[in-house]
């Protein structure tokens, strides 16, 4: 089972990016975008359930980012508008089998399968 997370780049800030999550091998219950940016620790950003695709997002992207589902192609979406320069991280994509509930979602110990991350770096 891998994930493999790409769409990263360097955007001006006002920007969009879009990051994909393809998952080889199987599909998940819950699906997961984690950031890290230089010197903080890796935190939540967005989940998708993926049986009713009921999202989930962290208040510092509400509103500007959006999860979404691609069956098509295993893929799990995640729509960057509106960047900010305190956007820029590591971005992570998580998987795991089980469908969590929202207060479950944003735990990062609850994902057992991990991408490598992409880099988003956003410019003022």
């Known amino acids: 089972v891998q994930l493999q997370a790409s769409g990263g780049g360097l955007v001006q800030a006002g920007g969009s990016l879009r990051l994909s999550c393809a998952a080889s091998?199987?599909?998940?219950?819950?699906y997961g975008w984690f950031r890290q940016a230089p010197g903080k620790e890796r935190e939540f950003v967005a989940a998708?359930?993926?049986?009713?695709?009921?999202?989930n997002y962290a208040m510092s992207v509400k509103g500007r980012f959006t999860i979404s589902r691609d069956n098509a192609n295993n893929m799990v979406i995640l729509q960057m508008n509106g960047l900010k320069p305190e956007d820029t991280a590591v971005y992570y994509c998580?998987?795991?089998?089980?469908?969590?509930?929202?207060?479950?979602?944003?735990?990062?110990?609850?994902?057992?399968?991990w991408g490598q991350g992409t880099q988003v770096t956003v410019s003022s």
């Open positions: 091998g199987r599909s998940f219950g819950t």
């Open positions: 998708i359930r993926w049986s009713d695709r009921h999202t």
């Open positions: 998580a998987a795991d089998s089980r469908s969590w509930n929202i207060g479950s979602q944003p735990r990062q110990d609850l994902y057992d399968y």
